[in-house]
């Protein structure tokens, strides 16, 4: 059962537009949404998170909108740049004992110059 | 660099054999977290243990136990090896164990192909 989905395997953006993954859901008791950026040989760096109760958070390039109606998170990047190459995961944390965490399958996004 | 030390970064062997993998955290953090990536799939949740003791377990399988050392370092250990036991390993640790996740800090992982 995947609680937590990225059904885009891979997304090709030209430089300087804006990238946008998405990443749904299935459990209501995820409290916290959080992205890491992956690069090659190198573990998941974290990048941004938002909170069940809010429904925007901004970094900078960065921003996370949640929709809680539809389970759906997404992540903008804007603009996009070529060292934004990565794959990107979405995670979801929950309480059962202690915080853990729930990973998407990751999106590779790369950005073309 | 996360500070987070990982070893083998790659491991080859074959079915049936047993394996261990290890990990340093970063200074001064107490708990260590570890993940199983296998292709095409999100990082899945192993197991915690916080200064020495378990804390949580996820996916987990019973040929595969962990530990944390008095040093704090962890080491995973993966016996009767499965063909679909190949995977990228990954640990990570944070200062507390009950961290909103955004603390963990991921070392490079141990890619293992069992053949």
């Known amino acids: 059962d995947q609680q937590v989905k990225q059904n885009s395997p891979s997304l090709s953006v030209q430089e300087g537009r804006i990238s946008i993954l998405n990443c749904d859901y299935t459990?209501?008791?995820?409290?916290?949404f959080l992205w890491y950026k992956k690069y090659p040989a190198e573990g998941p760096t974290f990048l941004i998170s938002?909170?069940?109760?809010?429904d925007k958070n901004e970094d900078g390039r960065f921003t996370v909108f949640l929709n809680k109606s539809a389970k759906h998170l997404s992540l903008h990047i804007v603009p996009s740049q070529p060292g934004d190459s990565a794959v990107y995961f979405c995670?979801?944390?929950?309480?059962?004992?202690?915080?853990?965490?729930?990973f998407g399958q990751g999106t590779r996004l790369t950005i073309n110059p | 660099d996360s500070g987070v030390t990982q070893t083998p970064k790659h491991l080859i062997t074959a079915t049936g054999q047993r394996v261990t993998l290890r990990c340093s955290p970063r200074s001064g953090d107490l708990s260590v977290y570890w993940y199983q990536q296998s292709l095409d799939q999100g990082l899945q949740f192993l197991i915690q243990?916080?200064?020495?003791?378990?804390?949580a377990k996820g996916n987990i399988l019973e040929r595969f136990s962990a530990q944390q050392f008095p040093d704090l370092h962890s080491e995973l250990n993966l016996s009767s090896l499965e063909l679909g036991d190949s995977a990228l390993y990954f640990c990570?640790?944070?200062?507390?164990?009950?961290?909103?996740?955004?603390?963990?800090?991921f070392g490079p992982g141990t890619r293992l192909t069992v053949t």
């Open positions: 990570a640790s944070s200062a507390s164990p009950d961290t909103p996740g955004y603390e963990q800090y």
């Open positions: 938002i909170s069940s109760i809010k």
């Open positions: 243990y916080y200064n020495g003791e378990e804390r």
């Open positions: 995670a979801a944390r929950f309480f059962q004992g202690a915080q853990k965490l729930v």
């Open positions: 459990n209501s008791m995820f409290d916290y």
